[in-house]
């Protein structure tokens, strides 16, 4: 099981980011996916959920509204769009697929002016 994030960087207040979860070694659409963060000093917290097939999704309440989760599952890939993103926003962003108790290398993202 193997899982690339990309998509982060430097981005200010108000700004939007799209970061992507590639996935290989297993057949992704027979299982659910999900985002966490990660900041300094802090615990790694659930950022969103997807089932198999995309229908159903859940957010961390701070991120309800501003980020959304999807998946392209012909492409092997999960996204996590984040909008209006705040300075608190700033961690490194891990794709994770929980069946498998596996992570990817993450991806950071700082907000910042």
């Known amino acids: 099981v193997q899982l690339v994030e990309s998509g982060g960087g430097l981005v200010q207040p108000g700004g939007s980011l799209r970061l992507s979860c590639t996935a290989s070694?297993?057949?992704?659409?027979?299982?659910?996916m999900s985002w966490h963060r990660q900041a300094p000093g802090k615990e790694r917290e659930l950022v969103a959920t997807i089932n198999r097939i995309g229908g159903n999704t859940n957010y961390g309440d701070s991120v309800k509204g501003r980020f959304t989760i999807s998946r392209d599952n012909a492409k092997y890939t999960v996204y996590l769009q984040m909008n209006s993103l705040k300075p608190e926003d700033t961690a490194v962003y891990y794709c994770h697929v929980g069946y498998f108790g596996s992570w990817g290398q993450g991806t950071q993202v700082t907000v910042s002016s």
């Open positions: 070694g297993f057949t992704f659409s027979q299982y659910s």
